[in-house]
T-cell receptor, first 113, second 114 residues
């Protein structure tokens, strides 16, 4: 079945450091790919998405590019802030708006001032 | 803005009790989901529903049931709670439309079974 493998952490960075969180997937067909973020004490919220190969999703300074050839969707940010401390989940879904999501295990990021 | 409300943030119950977790969304979404979140395991889908009175099993339905009598409300039921059901439970909803419609999550219910 479909699956997502991501860096699990936890990871601690200093403010303004560069961030990369690796994510690879296994899926049949052409899934849509997502990064969700969970801030402390809250539910998940969509950070960015890409629905086809070579699409780049971006939001709040974060970026990820859908790489079909390497089945990857790595999350990057050039300069992290303390407010980026959260748990990050990579996820995929099949075609269609009602498909269920398959999540990676999540990675906890702590950014220190 | 979409709001998904879970009835309790924290809940403590005893082994063998019947437990109800309630979720309400205010955006007329067709789809609703129940996940549990455990350290090192990420999120796992328990059940989902794509319409009133419709439900489908997710990846870990054993020990759980669901009810969707109204479009805005999706209830998760632990028929006879056990300690291995201690977890964080997350509800989500999404609409059905062209292109991807994101899932919107509630803040979660942290359930402890003693």
């Amino acid at each position: 079945g479909d699956s997502v493998t991501q860096m699990e952490g936890p990871v601690t960075l200093s403010e303004e450091a560069f961030l990369t969180i690796n994510c690879t997937y296994t899926a049949t067909g052409y899934p849509s790919l997502f990064w969700y973020v969970q801030y402390p004490g809250e539910g998940l919220q969509l950070l960015l998405k890409a629905t086809k190969a070579d699409d780049k999703g971006s939001n709040k300074g974060f970026e990820a590019t859908y790489r079909k050839e390497t089945t990857s969707f790595h999350l990057e940010k050039g300069s992290v802030q303390v407010s980026d401390s959260a748990v990050y989940f990579c996820a995929l879904s099949g075609r269609g708006g009602s498909e269920k999501l398959v999540f990676g295990k999540g990675m906890k990021l702590t950014v220190n001032p | 803005d979409v709001k998904v409300t879970q009835s309790s943030r924290y809940l403590v119950k005893r082994t063998g009790e019947k437990v109800f977790l309630e979720c309400v969304q205010d955006m007329d979404h067709e789809n609703m989901f129940w996940y549990r979140q455990d350290p090192g395991l990420g999120l796992r889908l328990i059940y989902f529903s794509y319409d009133v009175k419709m439900k489908e099993k997710g990846d870990i339905p054993e020990g759980y049931s669901v009810s969707r009598e109204k479009k805005e409300r999706f209830s998760l039921i632990l028929e006879s709670a056990s300690t291995n059901q201690t977890s964080m439970y997350l509800c989500a909803s999404s609409s059905t439309g062209t292109g991807y419609q994101p899932q919107h999550f509630g803040d979660g219910t942290r359930l402890s079974i003693l």
